[in-house]
């Protein structure tokens, strides 16, 4: 029996790419995106909803499960990031970056978790970052929404086991999607902040890795390969040798030498 899937945010980027390749396969695939795109539909089926509003994605999960009468596999993607030192970052930038990233996926298992449970058995797939695994400078708050995701799926994982319910962690490397068009800078040139030099000089070297990035398909085959395994692994890492090199690194190196490796590679003295 095919499967049913749902994926937030494919409008672009990993979404997008995700549910295009699952639809080639044995899954009736589900997509919520927030706003209206008559161009996402074929076999696709869109529903409308804003992750970031619980009564949205509950309105959703409910069409969903009126007709279908199931969800076998969430994948929690929708997301994106703000940009700017930790000092200057407004109290709205902050919460506008939790409320998407962390609660977005919040609301997301919330609302599948009562369909989920009556089943055999299910996937939750929580798209994390390499952000999620170590923190990244003038990126604080994008690393605590995704280490806030981390913390929430290992929680889950245990709490879910007796339900079957399975919780994979995705940690994507630099990928060239929307997400650095759509990241919402809180500096912007000209402003008097102390941080304003290297925060653009760092700022170039972030957009540099993600242009130079792997294509979001790539991750999309990987992903679609896990979601084959009987018995899937609780985490992976999709990037570049280098990339997953550093989180070896983090893993062996004292902190110091680390942070001294990290922030020259950001360009910081
Ligand atoms: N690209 C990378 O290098 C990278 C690396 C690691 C992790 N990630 C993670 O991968 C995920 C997907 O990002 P991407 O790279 O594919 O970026 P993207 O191309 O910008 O796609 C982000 C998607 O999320 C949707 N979205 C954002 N806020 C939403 C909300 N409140 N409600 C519903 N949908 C919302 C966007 O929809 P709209 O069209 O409505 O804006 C868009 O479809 C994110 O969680 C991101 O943090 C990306």
Do not use: W
Not at 129 to 139: A, E, F, R, V
Not at 158 to 177: A, C, N, R, S, W
Request: with cysteine.
């Amino acid at each position: 029996m095919a499967k049913v899937v749902l994926i937030t945010g494919i409008s672009s980027g990993f979404g997008k790419a995700i549910s295009e390749l699952l639809s080639t396969k044995e899954y009736i695939v589900y997509g919520f995106n927030r706003k209206q795109r008559e161009d996402l539909k074929g076999i696709i089926k869109v529903l409308q909803a804003d992750v970031t509003d619980p009564g949205s994605v509950q309105d959703g999960i409910t069409k969903l499960v009126n007709r279908e009468g199931r969800i076998d596999i969430l994948i929690n993607n929708a997301g994106m990031g703000i940009t700017g030192s930790i000092e200057d970052c407004s109290h709205e930038d902050i919460h506008l970056q939790m409320n998407t990233n962390f609660m977005g996926y919040v609301n997301m298992i919330q609302a599948v978790l009562p369909t989920m449970r009556k089943q055999v058995s299910a996937t939750i797939v929580n798209i994390s970052s390499i952000g999620g695994l170590m923190g990244l400078p003038y990126q604080g708050f994008y690393a605590a929404s995704k280490f806030a995701v981390e913390g929430l799926s290992e929680s889950l994982r245990m709490e879910l086991i007796p339900f079957h319910i399975k919780v994979i962690v995705i940690q994507p490397g630099d990928f060239l999607t929307s997400f650095t068009a759509n990241r919402k800078p809180v500096q912007i040139e000209g402003t008097d902040s102390v941080y304003e030099a290297q925060f653009q000089k760092t700022l170039s070297l972030i957009e540099k890795d993600e242009h130079g990035g792997l294509k979001p398909e790539y991750l999309a085959r990987k992903l679609a390969k896990i979601l084959e395994k009987k018995n899937p692994g609780h985490n992976y890492i999709i990037a570049t040798l280098e990339q997953k090199f550093a989180v070896v690194l983090k893993r062996i190196l004292p902190g110091s030498l680390f942070s001294s490796i990290l922030s020259s590679h950001y360009g910081i003295k």
